[in-house]
């Protein structure tokens, strides 16, 4: 299962969020490209109120470091265990979620 991150055609280095140039070595030739979404979960929250009134709850949040290399925020509908191996993807309404 794969994820559509920036990747620098310079280095290689994996990046999220976009940016417009590397972070690790400051090229601006970046690219899209699918990237696995595999990673470990580092810690997570879960909310049980919403201010949004149409929000599912309760929901987890969960800071996932991609095997890719970045480290992202993922929704997760359950709850989690740090250290979990992980998968997130994109959702059709382009949040990160755990698949
Ligand atoms: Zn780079």
């Known amino acids: 299962m794969s994820l559509r991150l920036q990747v620098c055609a310079e280095c ?3 990046q999220y969020p976009h940016r417009d140039v ?8 970046l690219e899209d490209k699918d990237v696995s979404g595999a990673g470990t979960v580092l810690s997570w929250t879960r909310g ?9 709850t ?5 800071r996932v470091k991609l095997d890719a290399g970045p480290i992202v925020l993922a929704l997760a509908s359950s709850a989690l265990i740090t250290g979990e191996a ?3 993807m994109r959702d059709e309404d382009g949040l990160l979620r755990r698949s």
């Open 12 to 14: 290689g280095a994996v």
């Open 22 to 29: 590397c972070g690790a070595c400051l090229s601006t030739q």
């Open 48 to 56: 049980h109120v919403s201010v949004f009134p149409d929000a599912q």
């Open 58 to 62: 309760p929901i987890s949040l969960a």
């Open 86 to 88: 992980v998968h997130v």
